[in-house]
């Protein structure tokens, strides 16, 4: 079944079609957003906005995290405080945090002196859910690709805020080994989870679309798989990926 890229494609997505090709799975490159008659394809591999123009079209599902996830999770496992809250109501804020889009790039992520900082009532709808945190620094970051319930495979990608790529080493896995046994349920059984290290113990950073997201060193056969079942054809999703179908793109 036909993998559907972007106009523009990043080393990722480069990687994806290459993986894809090895298997001999056929893909294409769209020109623009609009989906040309005839096209029959069942995945994707893009950001958000290409999803919610395509996806619909051409009955595919992309699976996400839901908005509330991070601050619906333990503090054992994000190691701050974490809030979901409407950016109405984040303007309230006197303190700098932490604030970003759960699942896009809305709002940029990065640290607010104060509420009064946020993109105001004229730019973005009072109501947009918004991710508000206390301000951590992440000493090192990884990314977790994660099938089923199990890390498939990953990579660094930061440390201290600055790119920084590297081999995903056992004691990431292992934590997001624990995340998962006691939190699996909570996500699509195809996502991604980023993970780092904060004043000496292992957090959750977030949750991102597998669809949308950048490899890093992770393997792209492994990443593909992933990929691959985080934007399938809605007639095949499975019963419990149906409550994590991202909204936007109107397939509910």
Not at 121 to 136: G, H, K, Q, Y
Request: proline share 9%; charged share 20%; aromatic share 6%.
């Amino acid at each position: 079944m036909t993998l559907v890229l972007p106009p523009r494609l990043t080393a990722s997505a480069e990687s994806v079609r290459a993986a894809a090709g090895r298997r001999g799975l056929p893909t294409v490159q769209l020109p623009d957003f609009t989906v040309p008659p005839g096209l029959r394809a069942g995945h994707l591999h893009a950001g958000p906005g290409f999803a919610d123009a395509v996806a619909p079209a051409l009955g595919i599902a992309p699976l996400e995290a839901p908005e509330g996830w991070l601050a619906r999770l333990p503090r054992e496992f994000t190691r701050r405080e974490v809030r979901a809250t409407p950016v109405g109501e984040a303007y309230a804020l006197r303190r700098p945090a932490f604030v970003k889009s759960p699942n896009d790039k809305g709002i940029r992520a990065m640290v607010y002196a104060d509420g009064s900082r946020l993109p105001g009532p004229d730019a973005v709808d009072p109501a947009t859910t918004v991710l508000v945190s206390d301000v951590v620094e992440f000493t090192a970051e990884y990314r977790l690709f994660v099938l089923d319930g199990a890390v498939r495979g990953g990579s660094r990608y930061g440390e201290r805020g600055r790119l920084a790529l590297g081999p995903l080493p056992s004691d990431a896995a292992r934590f997001g080994a624990d995340l998962l046994a006691a939190h699996a349920d909570t996500l699509p059984s195809a996502v991604v989870v980023d993970v780092g290290t904060v004043d000496g113990g292992w957090a959750v950073v977030e949750a991102n679309a597998a669809w949308a997201s950048g490899l890093y060193t992770t393997d792209p056969d492994t990443a593909l798989d992933v990929v691959l079942r985080a934007a399938g054809p809605h007639a095949a999703l499975a019963a419990r990926d149906r409550p994590f179908v991202r909204r936007a793109a109107g397939m509910e």
